[in-house]
């Protein structure tokens, strides 16, 4: 049972435009959400996150919206650059016993064309 | 910034055999995890530590063991592996705190032949 869907599963955009990736989750105890970044080779990163209480977070061309009422997150990346080819991941943890323990989404591999 | 290292980065190992990933993390972070990736999968949990002495299971703890000797050590360990082991495995550390970031380590390539 997949509880956090990724998509797309890939996508390409060219230099200077703006990319959006989009997850959506199942358990409404979920309250933290990070996205990670991934170059082939290496382990994830963490690139941005936001907790339930919020609805945006923005890291300079990186922002992350959350709507608690659909269960959906999304994450915004603007002039993207081709150093920003990488796989992305969407995560969620919850409270209470489940605290700390991450699921994930299947990842987004983004193609930046210069 | 967070250090996490693994090791070996790549094993190759034969079915049936014993098989130990190392993890150190020099962030004296509690809590730690192992992960493995595979194509279509994303990332799954396989084991997890509150701290020295303790192990969780993860949600996929099927054929393998943790082991958390120290605060900066934790180990996985497949008794028996077999070729559906097969998959790059990544550790992580984190610290108790609102949001529970995560630090990942490069990865260790296994192939189970």
């Known amino acids: 049972q997949q509880q956090v869907r990724q998509s797309p599963q890939s996508l390409t955009v060219w230099e200077g435009g703006t990319t959006v990736l989009t997850c959506s989750y199942e358990?409404?105890?979920?309250?933290?959400f990070p996205w990670y970044q991934q170059f082939p080779g290496e382990g994830p990163a963490l690139l941005i996150s936001?907790?339930?209480?919020?609805d945006k977070k923005e890291d300079g061309r990186f922002t992350t919206f959350f709507n608690k009422r659909e269960k959906k997150l999304s994450l915004h990346i603007i002039d993207s650059q081709p150093g920003d080819s990488a796989t992305y991941f969407c995560a969620a943890s919850g409270a209470g016993a489940n605290t700390g323990k991450l699921t994930f989404g299947h990842g987004t591999i983004l193609r930046v064309h210069p | 910034e967070a250090a996490v290292t693994q090791s070996p980065r790549n094993k190759v190992a034969v079915t049936g055999g014993k098989v130990t990933l190392s993890c150190n993390q020099t962030n004296n972070h509690n809590n730690m995890y192992w992960y493995r990736q595979d194509t279509g999968h994303g990332l799954r949990l396989i084991h997890y530590s509150y701290g020295a002495g303790s192990t969780e299971k993860g949600d996929i703890p099927d054929g393998y063991k943790a082991s958390r000797p120290s605060q900066e050590n934790f180990s996985l360990i497949l008794e028996l592996a077999t070729p559906s082991q097969t998959s790059v495995y990544f550790c992580?550390?984190?610290?108790?705190?609102?949001?529970?970031?995560?630090?990942f380590g490069p990865g260790t390539r296994l192939t189970v032949l």
């Open positions: 358990d409404s105890t979920f309250n933290y």
């Open positions: 936001i907790l339930s209480v919020s």
């Open positions: 992580a550390s984190g610290a108790p705190a609102w949001g529970y970031e995560q630090y």
